[in-house]
Structures are given as C-alpha cells and as structure tokens.
C-alpha cells in the first residue's frame, strides 16, 4: 500500500484500477478498508483512491497545526496532484462528505461528480457536540475506548436492528478497542473535534452543480438521520437516494444497494 508526505506526515492510500479516477472518502473512526465491497466492483472499470484519514488506518499521526475540514480537503487535492489526477468522481461518506464538500467548493474543475453519503455539512445540533466532545475527554484522559464507551460508540454506526454478534459489528468493536493511547490522542479525538466543530456550509450548497451531485442516506442512519439529507438534496437541488435496510455505514449494511447506485451515478458522469 503507497504512501505520500503531505504536510509532514504519511498519508496511507490505495490506488487500484484503471480508468475515469474515483476518489472514496470514508468515515470517521473506519479506515479505507471499510469500501472493499465498492472497491472489489468500481475497480473493475475505474481507477479507485481510498484514503485513510490521519490517525486511522496506516496513515501517520494528524499534521501539526490542522484547524478544520478545509485542511482535509487540501491534503486532499495533494493526494490527487501527486497521482497525477486531473478530474476525479468524489464519494464521501459521513466525515468523507463534510470535507468533500469542501474539496468541492474550493476546486469545482477538479471534479466530474460528487455523492454525498449519510453526511452533513451544517453545524452540528449542540446537543449532540457536547455529547460527543464529552466522550471525546473521557477517550482523552483514558487513553483508550473503553468497553463501557465501546457499547455508547459502535451502535452509533449501524442501523437498530443489527445483530451485534455479526462479523461487521464484532471487527469494528475490536479494531476501536484496540486503538493505541498515543493515536486516540494525537489524531483520533482531535480530528473528532475538528469534525463535530465545523462550522456551517449550508448557505453554500447551491454552488455545487445540481446536474452531477447525489445524496445517499441509509433509511435507519441515527447520526445522521434521512431528514438532514433531504434538506441538502433540496439546497443543492439534486436527487438522493434512501438505502434500505441501513444505518450510517449504509455502504457497508447494503453493500450491494450502494454499489450498484454509484456504478449507475458513475456510468452517467464518465
């Protein structure tokens, strides 16, 4: 697996295919492994990125002197100016999204298509901030996700009625688990902060191009609930799609679903 220095710090990708170039963004505390089902099919026709965020993965520790989503979407481009990368179909889920939405307004002539997925790019409800930025202290002065923080945090991403024996649910709890004190504090928590304090692009939505953007939303996502993206889908002015019988990590819940609507979303921008 490849590596590039951006910002002074080892930022760990997977290139695969050849073709019109789709960059997979992914969700907070999931390394880019968390798209193998989209990647095993979009592969086969197209050159797939899938980064890991700082901290998460095999990517080194978060850059000194990151203050928002902005500097996510700026090492970004990096990424793509390193692979040569012109023009690329950007997918983000959650976290992926919020700061895809900010690759996409700063470089529009850098992208061929844009899919949102179970994201929002408006401030978090304050409620929810505090909340999580109190499990955020308590990870900090641990040093671990405990197995008490373990049962509040992995639910959050899967849909209600998910058993949580399953492999997907047991491998995520573990991998959280197994989070070392130094990356939970130096990446982990502070890139959560930086993602739970982000400030409003709402306002900004109609710049995208309605004509070449998507929503995605699982029908059971809790996080990130339908109803935030129909009321982007409506700013933006562009189509979504609910995935059924899926939480947050719809791509993973109903990996077909999804697959198939970004090989179809892809067909049309290439």
Same mark, same amino acid.
């Given at each position: 697996?490849?590596?590039?220095? *951006?910002?002074?710090?080892?930022?760990?990708?997977?290139?695969?295919?050849?073709?019109?170039?789709?960059?997979?963004?992914?969700?907070?505390?999931?390394?880019?492994?968390?798209?193998?089902?989209?990647?095993?099919?979009?592969?086969?026709?197209?050159?797939?990125?899938?980064?890991?965020?700082?901290?998460?993965?095999?990517?080194?520790?978060?850059?000194?002197?990151?203050?928002?989503?902005?500097?996510?979407?700026?090492?970004?481009?990096?990424?793509?100016?390193?692979?040569?990368?012109?023009?690329?179909?950007? *997918?983000?889920?959650? *976290?992926?999204?919020?700061?895809?939405?900010?690759?996409?307004?700063?470089?529009?002539?850098?992208?061929?298509?844009?899919?949102?997925?179970?994201?929002?790019? $408006?401030?978090?409800?304050?409620?929810?901030?505090?909340?999580?930025?109190?499990?955020?202290?308590?990870?900090?002065?641990? $040093?671990?996700?405990?197995?008490?923080?373990?049962?509040?945090?992995?639910?959050?991403?899967?849909?209600?009625?998910?058993?949580?024996?399953?492999?997907?649910? &047991?491998?995520?709890?573990?991998?959280?688990?197994?989070?070392?004190?130094?990356?939970?504090?130096?990446?982990?928590?502070?890139?959560?902060?930086?993602?739970?304090?982000?400030?409003?692009?709402?306002?900004?939505?109609? &710049?995208?191009?309605?004509?070449?953007?998507?929503?995605?939303?699982?029908?059971?996502?809790?996080?990130?609930?339908?109803?935030?993206?129909?009321?982007?889908?409506?700013?933006? $002015?562009?189509?979504? *799609?609910?995935?059924?019988?899926?939480?947050?990590?719809?791509?993973?819940?109903?990996?077909?679903?999804?697959?198939?609507?970004?090989?179809?979303?892809?067909?049309?921008?290439?």
């Amino acid at each position: 697996m490849p590596f590039v220095t *951006v910002d002074g710090q080892a930022l760990h990708y997977m290139d695969q295919g050849t073709g019109p170039a789709v960059l997979l963004a992914g969700s907070y505390l999931w390394d880019q492994a968390m798209w193998a089902p989209q990647i095993a099919a979009l592969s086969q026709h197209y050159r797939v990125i899938a980064l890991d965020l700082w901290g998460h993965g095999e990517s080194g520790r978060m850059p000194e002197g990151m203050t928002s989503l902005n500097d996510v979407a700026r090492q970004a481009l990096a990424l793509l100016d390193h692979l040569d990368i012109d023009r690329v179909t950007l *997918v983000g889920l959650s *976290v992926g999204g919020m700061w895809g939405v900010r690759l996409a307004l700063s470089a529009p002539q850098r992208l061929n298509g844009l899919v949102l997925m179970d994201t929002y790019v $408006g401030v978090e409800p304050e409620p929810t901030r505090q909340y999580y930025f109190s499990l955020f202290k308590q990870i900090e002065d641990s $040093g671990e996700i405990s197995p008490q923080l373990l049962d509040i945090v992995v639910p959050i991403f899967f849909r209600p009625g998910i058993d949580p024996q399953s492999a997907l649910y &047991q491998e995520f709890r573990a991998k959280l688990a197994a989070l070392p004190a130094d990356r939970l504090r130096e990446s982990i928590v502070p890139m959560g902060r930086i993602t739970f304090g982000r400030d409003d692009l709402l306002p900004r939505l109609a &710049q995208l191009n309605p004509e070449t953007t998507l929503l995605m939303c699982g029908d059971q996502d809790k996080p990130r609930p339908p109803s935030e993206t129909q009321e982007m889908a409506e700013l933006i $002015g562009c189509p979504y *799609v609910l995935v059924p019988e899926a939480g947050h990590i719809s791509n993973l819940e109903n990996p077909k679903f999804v697959t198939d609507a970004l090989m179809k979303f892809l067909a049309e921008r290439t």
